[in-house]
Every structure is written in structure tokens, then in C-alpha cells.
């Protein structure tokens, strides 16, 4: 049998002549000390937003270092989760990330999403819940797509956190086609009894609910009120990115 630390010491001398691939544009890094490293110019097209949006529901303002302030229509008609958190808005190069990653099953890009969400879910505060819960996907989307794509962002950020990831808490009983011509009180009527939480799964839980995008937050509005429903004890939400 091999000596392992001699094929350890072989692997890190091979990686320091080779180099380390950046994750998306594939050029070579001097540095291999962080397999997950991103070059500096990707690096630098993927800041995470740090001010300049609504603390409730991530709404964008036009300067990040806006003072933050809850909007208008969260004052008007406010969300049922308790915090939130997100990285960026949903353009540049994180919007063709997870446009990749989502619909033309780039999985690889799921371990570098899924480290831009662990980085917001530090960043927000959002790491003492006791289970992990992606916003699910009905039966007939998982056999378009072949996959969730909230569900392979929570399995990365679950062992990230050391945290379960419960995939039946929740599930979408229902098909919905594509609502994104509706506004949010539209798709709030559209989506009542489209999901379905397993008391069993959630009651007295703390749960983190996961998702790739906020557009009006009706998804996951109602998916919160369901696991609230279900005994959950509260529910914060993350995503990735924010409409604007």
C-alpha cells in the first residue's frame, strides 16, 4: 500500500507546478492553497452587497451606501420571515452564473454559488438555525430540469455549516407554470396550497430557507407561512440574488 503522505506531498507538488484553476474562467492561479479560489478578476465581479437595500426584503436602492431603511411596500405589507439575507443583485456576472447553473445543469458552478452563499449567511448573521430547508421543485419540474437547484445550494451550505438539510420538510403539491408576469398579490393567490410542510420535519425548529432568486418574494412568502403553519418556531430566508 502507498504511503499516504508521501502521495499527499507528490499531489501539493504536482498543484504547485500545475497551478489552480480559477472555478470560472479557468485561468491558472499562482496560489493553490484554496481549491475553491476564484482569480481576481471573477473575484472582483462577484462582490457581495453590503449596504444599500431594504433590511426586510433585499430591495436594491441606487446607492450601496444608502442608510438602510425598510421600503415602502414592506411597511405597507410586510413579510412573515424573521431576518433575511442575500449576496448581490441579480445582474452581471452572478446572474449568468446561476442562469448557467440552473438551466443548462452546470452543476460544477453549484460548489462555487454555494460558497457565495455560505459567505452571505455569515455575513447576515443567519448561522444558529437547526435545519436547513431549500424551496422545493414539483415532481414534474425535477423531470425537465433534472435537478433543485435550492436543494444543491442547501446540501453545499449544509456542510458548510454543519447544519441538516431537510428536503421533505417541505413540498410543492402542485404545478405552477411560469408566473413572472405576475405581480406579488397575484402570485400570492396563485400559490395558496401549492405547498405542504411535514409537522413532524419542522415543529419547534429554527428553519433557514433556501433559494437561488428574489424576484417578488411570493414563493418564498408562502412557503414561510406554510412552515410557520407546520410548528416551525421561525423562519429566516437566503438567497443569492435579488431582481431589481
Known amino acids: 500500500m502507498p504511503d499516504l503522505k508521501a502521495c499527499l506531498k507528490l499531489r501539493a507538488f504536482w498543484e504547485l507546478i500545475r497551478g489552480c484553476r480559477c472555478q470560472i474562467c479557468g485561468l491558472v492561479q499562482d496560489s493553490v492553497r484554496d481549491h475553491s479560489v476564484l482569480c481576481p478578476g471573477c ?4 462582490r457581495m452587497r453590503s449596504g444599500g437595500f431594504c433590511p426586510d426584503c433585499a430591495r436594491i436602492y441606487a446607492l450601496e451606501d444608502t442608510f438602510a431603511y425598510t421600503c415602502l411596500e414592506c411597511r405597507i405589507r410586510p413579510f412573515s420571515w424573521d431576518e433575511m439575507g442575500f449576496f448581490g443583485a441579480y445582474q452581471g456576472l452572478l446572474k449568468d452564473l446561476i ?7 452546470d452543476l460544477g458552478l453549484g460548489k462555487v454559488l454555494g460558497d457565495l452563499l455560505a459567505k452571505a449567511c455569515r455575513m447576515h448573521g443567519l ?3 437547526d435545519i436547513l430547508v ?3 421543485a414539483h415532481e414534474k419540474k425535477l423531470r425537465e430540469r433534472g435537478f433543485n437547484q435550492s436543494l444543491e445550494l442547501a446540501r453545499i451550505l449544509g456542510r458548510s455549516l454543519n447544519v441538516p438539510v431537510r428536503k421533505q420538510a417541505l413540498i410543492k403539491q402542485v404545478y405552477t407554470p411560469a408566473q413572472s408576469t405576475l405581480a406579488r398579490k397575484e402570485r400570492l393567490k396563485a400559490l395558496k396550497g401549492v405547498f405542504l410542510a411535514r409537522a413532524d420535519q419542522v415543529e419547534s425548529c429554527s428553519v433557514l430557507l433556501i433559494d437561488d432568486i428574489f424576484t417578488t418574494g411570493s414563493t418564498l412568502e408562502e412557503c414561510t407561512r406554510t412552515l410557520l403553519k407546520a410548528g416551525a418556531s421561525k423562519v429566516q430566508i437566503l438567497f443569492l440574488a435579488r431582481s431589481i
Open 43 to 46: 473575484a472582483g465581479l462577484l
Open 99 to 105: 442562469l448557467e447553473f440552473k438551466f443548462k445543469g
Open 127 to 129: 448561522t444558529g438555525n
Open 134 to 136: 431549500p424551496v422545493p
